[in-house]
């Protein structure tokens, strides 16, 4: 084992925010029950929806396949535990548009039967990489700090690249938030399995694991795990708290000192961000054969009476996650699914908890409010960007609804960390503007690959009855070269079959 090592590497802007973690972290994850419903978005990730295969009234085990990835990136949905699907339809859910999105809906037998899943092997070593790729891709796996791209995608892509580091995120800098936290303390051999898995899957011979230095419990466990391991390639990394340091592109400049291009990826400087959480479902897939159908995530907030750390099966309604932990302090004003910084408000505690939820946090709404008031140009909010960004002319440029200001000006490098925000005396909510444009940008480009996908099949279309045509032609004329030599009844044959021919075209 290496011994921890400190990287005080430098990042532009961020800020250093009160953690108020202690609260949430003073008891071990505690599992939170099966729930009467599980509802399970078909969407939680990024990419296309995933397509049900199972329907109304079909009955379903623990792990067994609901929906199937549609389009070139996406990830499968699996049932979170036994019962019968009662219902796919529109329910509120947490999301960047929108408040409904399409779900299907378990009504729990409570028995908790699980599915064999055949064919698979837990000894990875004897699969090639581009077998235990294919692997990964079937169990769900997306990522687990908030991004939830599907990791099997994002490790095929990262094979098209040279790939030096294998950078496995334990840096949980927002304020509340401290799932990833809890699971390195909980779960650290599980997580250091699953980074030996990836490294495998992507032939990498070093592994950062990269911890805040205000983490010492976490850094312990993972020590101690690693001493046990015995494995030289992985080596800990100690960084400072500065919040967004556990952003990918942040990440590998305070680990690495490589800078990630603008509009680039870290693959682009050679290496491959997993978060820790994303790790260990790599290891529970690979090795127990159970997909991504639970996660650990923080219950938290003054408005939260007994905050704490909880594993729940992905598509319990918040609120029966709320209620496990002990229930509202009082009435809630603010439910946010995520953190402080980045995470989404939502009217409802009907929402299901998904992939993508590492907290749950319930605030008084005046811990975030101020009056919104016109930009004085002072420039704070520039001065903590860590993408060094104009927030300012982004924020004039999304009123305006210029697009093409907006790429100009790097809109779609901004991490929607909310430092700007937080900063902004004018109490500007420059983050949510971001977001609102990013998301009609976002929509703009699907419409584009859309409409490109259609010119596509159009055109190959025409092209094959084209063909087809052609080939009749030739056919019919092969045909009546023979019936001339055959007499008159062939040939009138063969002039009705083509006239039959034209009336089907
Ligand atoms: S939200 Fe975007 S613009 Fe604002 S500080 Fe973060 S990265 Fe910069
Ligand atoms: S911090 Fe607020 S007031 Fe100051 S320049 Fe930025 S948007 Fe304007």
């Known amino acids: 084992m290496t011994a921890p090592t400190y990287d005080l590497g430098k990042l532009h802007g961020g800020l250093r925010l009160p953690a108020h973690k202690s609260d949430a972290t003073a008891q071990p994850i505690r599992d939170v029950p099966l729930p009467p419903q599980l509802i399970l978005p078909i969407t939680q990730h990024v990419g296309d929806p995933a397509q049900p295969v199972v329907g109304i009234g079909n009955r379903v085990l623990k792990g067994q396949l609901l929906a199937e990835p549609d389009g070139t990136v996406g990830a499968p949905i699996h049932a979170s535990s036994s019962g019968k699907i009662i219902a796919i339809e529109p329910w509120p859910v947490a999301r960047r548009l929108g408040d409904n999105g399409p779900c299907i809906i378990i009504e729990c037998d409570g028995d908790d039967l699980a599915v064999e899943h055949e064919g698979l092997t837990a000894d990875y070593l004897s699969l090639q990489p581009a077998d235990l790729l294919l692997q990964i891709l079937d169990g769900g796996i997306v990522g687990l700090g908030g991004a939830v791209f599907p990791t099997a995608q994002k490790l095929m892509q990262a094979r098209t690249c040279d790939i030096d580091f294998l950078i496995l995120n334990g840096v949980e800098c927002e304020p509340y938030i401290s799932c990833d936290d809890m699971l390195m303390r909980e779960r650290a051999a599980e997580i250091l399995s699953g980074a030996q898995i990836l490294m495998h899957a992507m032939q990498i011979d070093i592994c950062y694991v990269v911890v805040e230095s205000d983490k010492p419990e976490a850094l312990n466990s993972l020590g101690g795990a690693l001493g046990e391991l015995d494995d030289d390639r992985l080596i800990l990394k100690q960084v400072p708290t500065i919040f967004p340091s556990g952003g990918e592109d942040q990440l590998v400049q305070l680990v690495t000192n490589r800078e990630v291009p603008s509009g680039g990826l870290p693959t682009d400087v050679g290496c491959l961000v997993q978060n820790v959480g994303t790790a260990a479902a790599v290891h529970d897939w690979v090795i127990n054969h159970e997909p991504l159908i639970s996660r650990v995530t923080t219950v938290s907030g003054d408005g939260i009476a007994n905050p704490m750390n909880v594993r ?143 010119r596509q099949r159009f055109e190959a279309r025409n092209e094959r009855l084209e063909r087809e045509k052609k080939d009749r032609d030739a056919e019919l004329a092969r045909q009546k070269a023979s019936a001339k030599q055959a007499g008159p009844e062939a040939i009138a044959e063969i002039l009705k079959r083509k006239q039959q021919e034209s009336e089907d075209d």
């Open 312 to 454: 729940a099966r992905i598509g319990t309604p918040v609120a029966d996650v709320v209620e496990f932990t002990g229930g509202y302090a009082e009435r809630p004003e603010h439910l946010i699914i995520g953190g402080p910084m980045t995470g989404r408000s939502v009217s409802t505690d009907r929402v299901p908890l998904v992939k993508a939820t590492n907290s749950i946090l319930v605030v008084h709404r005046t811990s975030f409010q101020g009056r919104e008031l016109a930009c004085i140009r002072c420039g704070d909010c520039a001065s903590v960007c860590p993408v060094q960004l104009q927030p300012q002319q982004l924020f004039w440029y999304a009123c305006a609804d210029d697009e093409e200001k907006l790429r100009e000006f790097g809109l779609t490098d901004c991490i929607e960390c909310g430092c700007c925000d937080l900063v902004c005396p004018s109490h500007i909510p420059l983050t949510a503007d971001f977001r609102i444009a990013k998301g009609r940008i976002q929509e703009l480009a699907d419409e584009k690959a859309r409409a490109e996908r259609a």
